[in-house]
């Protein structure tokens, strides 16, 4: 299947360099408004160039379109992917209000197309294996969950120097704007509904607590949440904390607290970080958990590949997801629905802005499944 990328910042490396993982998914090139990025991605990588996103949308060999735009441009890019009846994969989120995500997911479902949102680390052997844990029953009835996606002192940490491997800044401005649970919190809000299904309220505190991130370029707005903690009510009945940000020392942790045990990986951007098991211990009148954790055998061999900078994640795989669902003509496992109920418990989440509220969920989805080598 023939992709195109538009959108050739620092993110795009990671797609590109696992793109070879996916043999199925051609690139038939990539456009960015500017141009030195696109040279950038194009000499390293040896890919053809659009000068235009309308070059884009007029090539009629071009199935998929990834929108790896900043995010306040996914929801025209993608609108655009979608009026010229190409298939979208954005990067997260859909779009940065909730009207414009609904937007972008009905005009699909109007034109018979398909639009997923990264992440896709819901897909990863990690994941797949915990989720397995979970189905199997290893740890009992699921009664809490603790999620971390903390980064550390980044407003610290030489971020106007960071590159990619293609040579493109990382975009310290916008990422700053945008704000981090928009950024990272889905990177767990997707595991959890995967998990659990359908979120039924939210409650969350978000907050600025470095407004100028000691940058030399004013930010716009000012107060964007670099803080925020949600406490999250499944339709299933389970419940789960949820923080992110990018003031507290690097914390991915995700737990599951069950009757019989606990399940926990310590990061979520490692595609075959090891899934531990504690099981419950009861001594007389005592109750405890094991001081011993258990490596639970992975469901699949995780991927090989070269991996510059925090994460060893294949970016690509949700490309190649979507591809197939395209192919066999099912919703797949980054749905639209899926995708669009995800985003609006970001945005309930980033949106609650030194205001401790619930809020109640509009959107649902239907249960996804495992990965077929999961099962």
């Not at 070879?20 to 990588?45: C, F, I």
């Not at 997260?92 to 997911?105: D, S």
């Not at 928009?182 to 997707?190: D, I, M, Q």
């Not at 990986?265 to 211990?281: R, T």
Request: with cysteine; aromatic share 10%; glycine share 4%.
């Amino acid at each position: 299947m023939n992709i195109a990328i538009v959108g050739c910042g620092f993110v795009a490396d990671y797609y590109l360099k696992t793109l070879p993982l996916h043999p199925e998914l051609k690139l038939t090139g990539v456009m960015d408004k500017k141009p030195e990025r696109a040279q950038n991605l194009s000499q390293r990588y040896s890919v053809p160039i659009y000068e235009t996103l309308d070059a884009v949308l007029k090539d009629t060999s071009v199935d998929i379109v990834l929108n790896l735009t900043n995010p306040r441009n996914h929801y025209d890019v993608s609108k655009a992917c979608l009026d010229s009846n190409k298939h979208v994969y954005s990067e997260k989120p859909l779009a940065t209000t909730i009207p414009e995500a609904k937007e972008l997911v009905e005009l699909a479902k109007s034109r018979g197309l398909h639009i997923s949102s990264a992440p896709c680390n819901v897909l990863s052997e990690s994941a797949q294996t915990l989720w397995k844990a979970l189905r199997d029953d290893v740890i009992g009835n699921v009664r809490l969950v603790y999620a971390e996606m903390d980064d550390g002192l980044i407003h610290k940490m030489p971020y106007d120097r960071w590159l990619s491997e293609s040579g493109n800044p990382w975009p310290y401005k916008d990422e700053f704007e945008v704000g981090c649970t928009l950024e990272h919190a889905g990177y767990y809000v997707t595991w959890l509904t995967t998990f659990f299904g359908p979120a039924q309220t939210v409650t969350a505190f978000s907050s600025c607590l470095i407004a100028d991130k000691e940058t030399d370029v004013p930010l716009r707005p000012v107060d964007t949440p670099d803080f925020s903690v949600a406490c999250i009510k499944f339709e299933s009945g389970v419940v789960a904390r949820l923080t992110c940000g990018i003031v507290a020392p690097h914390d991915h942790e995700f737990k599951v607290i069950g009757d019989k045990g606990v399940l926990s990986i310590q990061d979520c951007w490692f595609y075959g970080s090891p899934v531990k098991l504690q099981k419950m211990m009861k001594i007389r009148r005592k109750v405890f958990m094991s001081p011993f954790k258990q490596t639970l055998p992975m469901v699949k061999k995780p991927p090989t590949f070269k991996s510059k900078g925090a994460n060893h994640m294949d970016f690509s795989r949700g490309v190649a997801e979507i591809a197939t669902a395209i192919k066999e003509n099912h919703p797949g496992r980054l749905s639209a629905d899926f995708s669009l109920h995800n985003n609006e418990l970001v945005l309930a989440i980033q949106n609650s802005l030194e205001m401790s509220c619930t809020y109640k969920m509009t959107t649902t989805f239907k249960p996804t499944h495992p990965m077929p080598w999961a099962v």
